[in-house]
Nanobody, 124 residues
C-alpha cells in the first residue's frame, strides 16, 4: 500500500513558476514508478509527466515538454513537479500517481495509487 499526499499548488500569474510535491508513505517508494496527471473542469484526466523507479527515465506530455520537470528523491519518499512558464491552460487539479510497473506511463488506468490532488490556477 502506498499513500500519496500532494502539496504546492496555488494561484500564479501566467509566466510564473510553481513546484508541486508528492509525499509517499511506505518503505517501498523507491520501487514505484511515479507520475503526475491533471484534470481541468469538464475535461478528462490527462498525463503530464512520469519518472521511473530509479529516476533514470522521464516522460512528458508534449504540452509541457521544456517547461515542466519531474524528479524524485527516494531518500525523502517524495516526487516533485517543477512547473515553469505557466500558462492559463495549465490550470487544473494536479494528481500524483504510483504504480510498481505501469505498462504505459501515460495511461492513468495503469496506476494503482492516487493522491487527493492539488489545485493549480494560472491567471492571465
Amino acid at each position: 500500500q502506498v499513500q500519496l499526499v500532494e502539496s504546492g499548488g496555488g494561484l500564479v500569474q501566467a509566466g510564473g513558476s510553481l513546484r508541486l510535491s508528492c509525499a509517499a508513505s511506505g518503505r517501498t517508494f523507491s520501487s514505484y514508478a511515479m507520475a503526475w496527471f491533471r484534470q481541468a473542469p469538464g475535461k478528462e484526466r490527462e498525463f503530464v509527466a512520469a519518472i521511473s523507479w530509479s529516476g533514470g527515465s522521464t516522460y512528458y506530455a508534449d504540452s509541457v515538454k521544456g517547461r515542466f520537470t519531474i524528479s524524485r528523491d527516494n531518500a525523502k519518499n517524495t516526487v516533485y513537479l517543477r512547473m515553469n512558464s505557466l500558462k492559463p491552460e495549465d490550470t487544473a487539479v494536479y494528481y500524483c500517481a504510483a504504480d510498481l510497473n505501469p505498462d504505459y506511463y501515460s495511461d492513468p488506468f495503469d496506476y494503482d495509487y492516487w493522491g487527493q490532488g492539488t489545485q493549480v490556477t494560472v491567471s492571465t
